[in-house]
């Protein structure tokens, strides 16, 4: 588990996670992460759902093919909700929503040896996932964002704001609707980073706009 690593260097792997499946880009997915990475991010996970989103074989494909990518540059690969699909990829994680696969189970199946991070929005939810052994947790809505079909309420950065003050100290990355410009108040609130889909998947220079969310967390950490 990542407790089980130096908390500093946990923490500075969720500064910029790209979030990323084929349809969330009009481009060669593996071009988008290649170009992301070369911009700055820290951590990708690998969620390919919604609407036209690939299965089986043509699925599997593309995630050892990103995977790949990742493991040449040394960033952390991330499956969303799929354990058969993180072990069959040798993945160094699994992602779960609250609607998913419960998280005691996903981390009896992964072993400790695995990063398990919860989506949480709220204080209860948090605690939950603590106890069920996730290692991060994803928080949000920050903001309105057209990238999740079944988006919770907007919680904005005073849901992390709550988490804190609540006690949770696991690392907390902001994900929904932000940019480069509303990065620094999600720092701000505690969260260790931000987690973006569209701003860097769906942009025409996507090294730039990496570049972009880099700069802003950093200049947070300085």
Known sequence: MMHELNADAARRTMQVYLVMGSVNTTQDPVEVLRQA???????????????????????????????????????????????ELAVAVEADGVHVGQED?????????????RMLGVSAHSVEEARRAMQAGADYLGVGPMYPTRSKADAHAVLGAAGILELRAAGIAVPVVGIGG??????????????????????????ADVRAATAQFAAAVRGMLA
């Open 37 to 83: 990475i070369a911009g700055g991010i820290t951590l990708f996970q690998f969620r390919e759902k919604g609407t036209g989103a690939l299965v089986g074989e043509a699925r599997l494909a593309l995630a050892w093919r990103l995977r790949e990518v990742c493991s040449q540059h040394g960033i952390p690969f991330i499956v969303n909700d799929d354990v």
């Open 101 to 113: 696969a419960d998280a005691a189970l996903v981390r009896a199946r992964i072993g400790a040896g």
């Open 178 to 203: 932000i940019t480069p410009d509303t990065t620094a108040a999600v720092m701000a609130a505690g969260a260790d980073g931000v987690a973006v889909i569209s701003a860097i998947a769906g942009a």
